[in-house]
């Protein structure tokens, strides 16, 4: 066989699989695939991968573009920015939590409508809160359930109301201490709480404006914490844990409520 | 804004990279709304005249990282929604399949790099361009993918790939 040139290299090899080998090279690595046919039969068959992926997935640049893609696509307002914020979350939506029922957020669009972002981004937050701090060792919180009073205080005043910390025991969930955190409009507290087994949940506390209404418990998850979230007078909160399942999460949530409204 | 036409043209691109990407068509379009939402936040770091298409892949190569890729164990949820039909294009639907397994199989760096060149066309530099990586290593996941996918659909599957002459 006729090799000339320089040697044939790996990329040159995916290039010629790619057709994308310059004109004046595609001969030379030819002649060299022609003396090898092992090597041929394996470029040559990357090559078929390609024809069969754009087989496999051309058709779906002719299904039609879905009503929602198309919205998300034309510049947002504002019902289409809830939707978006909802999207974010890739969670499912349960309304009335203790019935159970739930709805996948992004399946039923339905669904979208029936909350409201500013709730859907104290789900998420308090999720990215929990997933930050719940897996330290040394340092879970900056004040320790040894300081709980001054915990307490210290939290009421910076997030201007008075907020508590609820006693969590009955479901063999302790105290371990709580901090403050950046958040929009003002700042956040973070309570956290573990078991003897060292499993580990956040409640968020936020506060929320005048505007907000009350709602019931609602669910969501973002990757692997679960979060239970709801509006009670002023403030907004949200319970965490990636360590609890959902019913486990549920009455806790419960109880916090309970504490929180005697 | 003149921009919502040309986003709403490339909404079928950004799906069909999807869809290949995360399999999953309900999946892949949530990963389409929230590239498309990302890009309407991050618009103003789009330099005009430049390729809007590569720059929304670039968009959705991030959301994919931040989100889907993050590590989600499987909701219980998930598991009872009914499976979408999959319209098979192909004749041989156990070769469909056997493609889209072999797709799930490869680490999502290299199928990343795989479907950006040989599915969407993307130059090996823009591929580098949109996945932030040197084209080096454009090459090398290129290489690892499709010898992956290759011994994945000729040997386990025991489905003979069709050679192009």
Redesign the interface.
């Known amino acids: 066989m006729s090799e000339t040139g320089q040697p044939v290299g790996?990329?040159e090899l995916?290039?010629w699989?790619?057709g994308?080998l310059p004109a004046g090279r595609r001969a030379d690595v030819e002649a060299w695939l022609t003396a090898r046919p092992e090597e041929a039969?394996?470029v040559?068959?990357?090559?078929?991968?390609?024809?069969?992926?754009?087989?496999?997935?051309?058709?779906?640049?002719?299904?039609p573009?879905?009503e929602?893609?198309?919205r998300?696509?034309?510049?947002?307002a504002r019902w289409r920015r809830a939707a978006?914020v909802a999207?974010?979350l890739?969670i499912?939506v349960a309304v009335g939590g203790a019935a159970g029922w739930?709805l996948?957020a992004?399946?039923a669009p339905a669904a979208i409508a029936m909350v409201k972002p500013e709730a859907l981004v104290l789900a998420r937050r308090a999720a990215l809160a929990h997933a930050t701090y719940a897996p330290e060792v040394r340092h879970p919180v900056e004040v320790g359930a040894d300081q709980e009073q001054h915990l307490v205080a210290w939290l009421s005043k910076r997030l201007g109301g008075e907020v508590r910390a609820p006693k969590l025991e009955t479901e063999g969930m302790s105290l371990v201490g709580g901090r403050l955190l950046p958040g929009d409009p003002g700042p956040v507290a973070q309570f956290m709480y573990q078991n003897a087994q060292g499993r580990r949940a956040t409640l968020y506390v936020r506060t929320e404006g005048p505007d907000q209404r009350e709602t019931a418990f609602r669910y969501a998850?973002e990757?692997?914490v679960r979060v239970f979230y709801w509006i009670d007078r002023k403030f907004g909160y949200a319970l965490s844990s990636a360590d609890m399942e959902r019913e486990e999460l549920l009455r806790l949530a419960n109880l916090v409520y309970r504490q929180l409204n005697p | 804004?003149s921009?919502?036409p040309s986003?709403?043209a490339?909404?079928?691109?950004l799906?069909?990279y999807a869809?290949?990407l995360v399999g999953d068509r309900?999946a892949a379009?949530?990963l389409?709304?929230?590239t498309?939402?990302r890009a309407?936040a991050k618009l103003h770091l789009f330099r005009q005249g430049t390729d809007l298409r590569a720059w929304l892949f670039t968009v959705m190569h991030n959301v994919h990282v931040n989100?889907v890729r993050?590590?989600?164990?499987t909701?219980a949820?998930e598991d009872e929604?009914p499976e979408l039909a999959q319209?098979a294009?192909?004749g041989d639907a156990l070769?469909?399949r056997d493609?889209?397994r072999a797709l799930a199989a490869l680490p999502a760096a290299q199928r990343e790099v795989?479907?950006l060149?040989?599915?969407e066309d993307l130059?090996?530099e823009e591929t580098a361009n949109v996945l932030g990586i040197p084209i080096g290593t454009v090459?090398s996941r290129?290489?690892r993918a499709?010898?992956k996918?290759?011994v994945l659909?000729?040997g386990k599957g025991g489905t003979k790939?069709?050679?192009?002459?």
């Open positions: 790996e990329s995916q290039a699989a790619d994308r039969e394996r040559s068959a990357y090559r078929g991968l390609n024809e069969q992926l754009r087989a496999r997935f051309g058709a779906v640049l002719d299904e573009v879905p929602q893609l198309r998300f696509a034309t510049r947002g978006a999207g974010w890739a499912g739930e996948h992004r399946r998850r990757g692997n | 804004m921009d919502g986003l709403v490339l909404i079928p691109r799906r069909r869809r290949a309900a379009d949530d389409v709304q929230d498309l939402e309407w989100q993050a590590a989600r164990p909701d949820l929604m319209r294009v192909q070769l469909v493609l889209e795989l479907l060149v040989a599915l130059s090996y090459m290129l290489a499709r010898e996918l290759r659909m000729t790939l069709q050679v192009v002459k």
